[in-house]
């Protein structure tokens, strides 16, 4: 079920591209400001209980909807995790960016390439090189393509019916929303998001991170993983963006935008430094990954027929 469910979602999201920032990402967001204006009082313990009433509840209600509908009929349990994975799974909800930024370097319009990565990202691109703008398209289309896509179909898999992507995502939210607001590390009430999330993330980023060292540059990808990720900001990102960069033979880390002005970040990967060309190569590596878990997901469903 849980293949033809990605399947479905894949078709449906290339005929019908989801509207992810007006359906999903600001009700979310919404929600999450809702929950943090009656719960915070600064306090470790408000930002636990904020936490449980913001995810929890939404979690148990999909799977008392699952496992009533699942009893009426597969078919409509099945239609449940389509349209919950069509709400949280997708590659139109970055590729987009990706793709018109791409095309704008092979046109050599440097200006609508910044304007377009400044877009995406919401940080000034201004000044920025075609090097730099293709190194840190490459960096978040990698983040982009684990957030969106590998690490909800895991926790689609671990948990039963939709509930594990429900899960992933509200818990994404929250963290960035409650994690990276003005005065969040010193304020403990977003600590429990920031942790619970990590913890979330832990499976899925090195599950991410596995996948594209195999379809890639493998001893490239792996070293990279083993010694780099330590340096970057993110030390958990890291994981993905240093294996990705070591299946590509591509140098990324470099700029990294802080305020205002590009400076520099630990060095990912290894071999040239990237253009418009490393970019089209990053599409097929996220593919290739893409098809290694539907080909994991079937072992895995033809092993429970088999079972």
Do not use: K
């Amino acid at each position: 079920m849980s293949l033809l469910s990605l399947i479905a979602v894949f078709l449906i999201e290339q005929l019908q591209p989801l509207n992810y920032r007006r359906l999903v990402a600001e009700p979310l967001a919404a929600w999450a400001d809702f929950i943090e204006s009656r719960c915070n009082a600064g306090g470790r313990h408000h930002g636990v209980l904020a936490w449980c009433l913001a995810v929890l509840p939404p979690v148990a209600l999909l799977a008392i909807v699952y496992v009533f509908l699942y009893r009426l009929s597969p078919i409509l349990a099945w239609v449940l995790n389509v349209g919950v994975l069509y709400l949280t799974v997708g590659f139109r909800q970055f590729s987009h960016h990706y793709t018109d930024i791409q095309l704008a370097l092979r046109l050599d319009d440097l200006p609508r390439a910044r304007e377009l990565l400044g877009e995406w990202i919401d940080r000034p691109t201004a000044g920025l090189g075609s090097e730099e703008i293709a190194r840190l398209t490459i960096e978040e289309a990698l983040a982009a393509s684990h957030r969106h896509v590998f690490a909800v179909l895991l926790w689609f898999v671990i948990l039963p019916g939709p509930c594990g992507a429900a899960l992933y995502r509200i818990a994404a939210v929250l963290r960035q929303r409650w994690g990276e607001a003005e005065g969040a590390t010193a304020n403990e009430f977003s600590l429990f998001a920031r942790r619970v999330f990590g913890i979330i993330d832990w499976l899925p980023l090195r599950a991410t991170a596995a996948a594209f060292a195999i379809v890639g540059d493998f001893e490239d990808a792996v070293y990279c993983w083993r010694t780099q990720p330590a340096h970057w900001p993110d030390r958990d990102l890291g994981i993905v963006l240093a294996s990705g960069a070591g299946a590509l033979g591509v140098q990324l880390g470099r700029p990294l935008i802080e305020g205002t002005e590009a400076a520099d970040s630990a060095e990912l990967g290894l071999g040239d430094p990237p253009d418009v060309d490393f970019m089209q190569s990053a599409v097929g590596l996220v593919w290739r990954a893409t098809v290694l878990w539907m080909l994991v997901l079937f072992l895995l469903g033809l092993a429970s027929l088999v079972g």
